[in-house]
């Protein structure tokens, strides 16, 4: 790895997520880019960027393309490559940004993500009337979720308490985070006596639809004492997908495709799971939150309910997860969440988290994606490390 | 929706075929693949036919769908045995018919041919599960 260039996170910036009828897609990511740009340590212009990685699945069918982040923030004459990688767009986009920076081909490099979910999300929420072979009948996102929940009860006998103690803790987070779309709290007998949506899972263990955007700044070694002296390194990056179509028994009780991801991101890194200090992860649903727990390594296979139990995720425990809200009260604005989940870190692991903050004064920070796609049967999976030390 | 896709699969809809990787034994339904999604190797293929049943291997009960969707609609992963010998398909399969406190995983469900949705005015047949007859609880 000697020959490749280090990467450094040197901005982040965000709007406040929620139901935003009065921006528009162009609106929200010229606010986010203004906001990274401002949150540089000694401060970063347009003119700076060489290229940029836009995040976006484009659900409201109005920014494909590069151009789509173009516009509103007036970089042009650049190279800029829109991301698509169904829920792990964000996370993705920025892996690739990484990546190009990694290899010496970019010193200043955007990364942004947005998506307008609640102009016309409906029909990816539903998912059911998709014209395609599976979801045509009526699969959808809670339904493959879900199934890993019914699975997981019946095999490792965890509870339907351990499961919506994962919403209770991330309502928890999102009640003190200042860009949270839901900022209340609940208990374990509001989540099981909310609405049922698929069964096993009701209303409070599903993530809201949520507009937002965010950006992220990441330049090489060669550059970074311009914009910060307390940068944030990257340290690893994974991606990999699978499809429960294949066969394998893990993929009903988890995600191979995010132990893969990991694995790689580890190595890469040179750690181990026992090494990580915070987390964000993909909490679509609180089952996915729990299953990722043993994906990622922090428990064993099936111990995920036990994990939960023993405190060790919440916000004063040993590994904090999701100290944001994570989706289930951040919100999930597709193309923005991997990218908001990074800053997450970057802001953790400099110790300027504000209310969140993670007391164990985190050395390394994981953060987490996954999506569905192809006919609601394969997963995607990023996992990107940030480290304090380069 | 458009009508073609649905051509292309309607002997895997209609009369459940299905394909066999002839290097490491995985069943492909229901899409007739080249490249084999197990082993990955770009496989000759051997066609075969699923048995109208199958095993409930995880299921939700689906509550909030469109209109067009009758509910509740349970939904589980299933893995249907060939006719002959080898290795079952894993498959998404709806159930019909059936209360959804009647379902667990482990149980063998009964394929039954249901007109499943109409593109364009035009019906699509597939199977759907249900409780096998005789084994009311």
């Known amino acids: 790895m000697s020959s490749e260039t280090d990467v450094a996170v040197v901005g982040a910036g965000m709007i406040d997520f929620g139901e935003l009828f009065e921006q528009s897609i162009d609106d929200m990511l010229a606010a986010a880019f203004r906001d990274c740009l401002d949150d540089v340590d000694k401060g970063m212009s347009p003119a700076d960027v060489d290229a940029a990685w836009f995040g976006t699945i484009d659900i409201a069918d109005n920014a494909s393309s590069g151009l789509g982040l173009s516009h509103p923030t007036g970089l042009f004459e650049m190279p800029v490559t829109r991301v698509e990688n169904a829920c792990a767009t964000g996370s993705s986009a920025f892996r690739s940004a990484v990546e190009s920076v990694r290899a010496g081909n970019t010193d200043v490099a955007l990364v942004a993500g947005a998506e307008k979910m609640r102009d016309s999300a409906a029909g990816l929420i539903e998912g059911a009337a998709l014209d395609q072979v599976w979801r045509g009948r009526g699969v959808t996102m809670p339904a493959f979720f879900g199934l890993r929940a019914t699975r997981h009860m019946e095999e490792y006998g965890t509870t339907r308490e351990q499961i919506a103690k994962i919403s209770v803790k991330n309502h928890e987070n999102g009640a003190k985070y200042p860009h949270a779309h839901y900022r209340f709290t609940c208990d374990v007998d509001d989540v099981v006596d909310s609405p049922q949506v698929t069964y096993p899972l009701n209303l409070y263990d599903c993530c809201p639809v949520t507009d937002g955007a965010a950006a992220t700044l990441v330049v090489s070694e060669d550059v970074v004492d311009e914009f910060t002296d307390d940068p944030i390194w990257v340290a690893g990056s994974g991606l990999s997908v699978d499809s429960f179509e294949r066969g394998n028994d893990e993929s009903l009780v988890g995600f191979p495709a995010t132990e893969q991801a990991a694995g790689q991101a580890y190595e890469q890194a040179g750690i181990t799971a026992d090494d990580i200090d915070v987390a964000e992860v993909h909490d679509c649903f609180t089952i996915t939150e729990l299953v990722t727990y043993e994906d990622l390594g922090f428990c064993e296979k099936g111990d995920g309910g036990a994990f939960i139990d023993s405190g060790e995720p919440l916000l004063d425990g040993e590994t904090p997860v999701n100290p944001s809200g994570g989706l289930l009260a951040k919100g999930h604005p597709i193309g923005a969440t991997g990218v908001a989940q990074v800053n997450e870190i970057y802001e953790q692991l400099r110790g300027k988290a504000g209310a969140v903050q993670a007391d164990n004064d985190p050395e390394y920070g994981l953060q987490h994606n996954i999506g569905i796609g192809r006919n609601a049967t394969g997963s995607v999976s990023c996992v990107n490390i940030l480290s304090r030390q380069r | ?137």
Not at chain 2, 36 to 43: E, L, Q, S
Not at chain 2, 68 to 84: G, K, N, R, Y
Request: hydrophobic fraction near 35%; include cysteine; aromatic fraction near 10%.
């Open chain 2, 1 to 137: 929706m458009f009508e073609p896709p649905y051509t292309r699969t309607r002997a895997a809809n209609e009369r459940l075929r299905a394909h066999e990787c002839d290097a490491c034994g995985w069943v492909s339904f229901p899409e007739q693949p080249q490249f084999c999604k197990r082993c990955g190797v770009d496989a000759s293929w051997s066609e075969t036919r699923l048995q109208p049943r199958g095993t409930v291997r995880s299921y939700v009960v689906q509550q909030r769908l469109p209109e067009e969707f009758e509910t509740p609609l349970p939904l589980a992963v299933m893995d249907m045995p060939q006719e002959e010998s080898g290795e079952p398909a894993r498959v998404y399969g709806l159930f019909t018919e059936t209360d959804p406190a009647d379902i667990e995983i482990g149980m063998e469900a009964e394929g039954v041919f249901r007109r499943v949705f109409d593109v364009a005015g035009l019906p699509i047949h597939s199977f759907k599960f249900t409780r096998p007859r005789g084994d009311r609880l």
